[in-house]
């Protein structure tokens, strides 16, 4: 069974930092790649990071372009999203995706990321 476990998310003011984990179980972690999903209030979720299965490439959404770093552990089976610089703007829920080779797609709960002073 696919599992993908968030953790890290809260309550930060304006240019705080947080970062996200997300450790995945039931797959074979290094074949894949990884994402960062987040979903803000009334808004359509939005691919935010991606990182590919061997650390490289990375992509990033225009609006976290400069102040989230994506990075994994293939060791520990755990994707990272660093968050710097966070702005009322990024406050969403945060989850964690992948797709493996059939295109089957895993998601993670999702965890908070609420940026208010």
């Known amino acids: 069974q696919v599992q993908l476990v968030e953790s890290g998310g809260g309550l930060v003011q304006p240019g705080g930092s947080l970062r996200l984990s997300c450790t995945a179980s039931g797959v074979i972690f290094s074949w894949l790649s990884m994402n960062w999903y987040r979903q803000a209030p009334g808004k359509e979720r939005e691919l935010v990071a991606d990182v590919s299965s061997g650390g490289t490439p990375t992509y990033y959404a225009d609006s976290v372009k400069g102040r989230f770093t994506i990075s994994r552990d293939n060791d520990k089976d755990t994707v990272f999203l660093k968050m710097n610089n966070l702005k009322p703007e990024d406050t969403a829920v945060y989850y964690c995706?992948?797709?493996?080779?059939?295109?089957?797609?895993?998601w993670g709960q999702g965890t908070q990321v609420t940026v208010s002073a």
């Open positions: 995706h992948t797709k493996n080779w059939v295109g089957t797609e895993y």
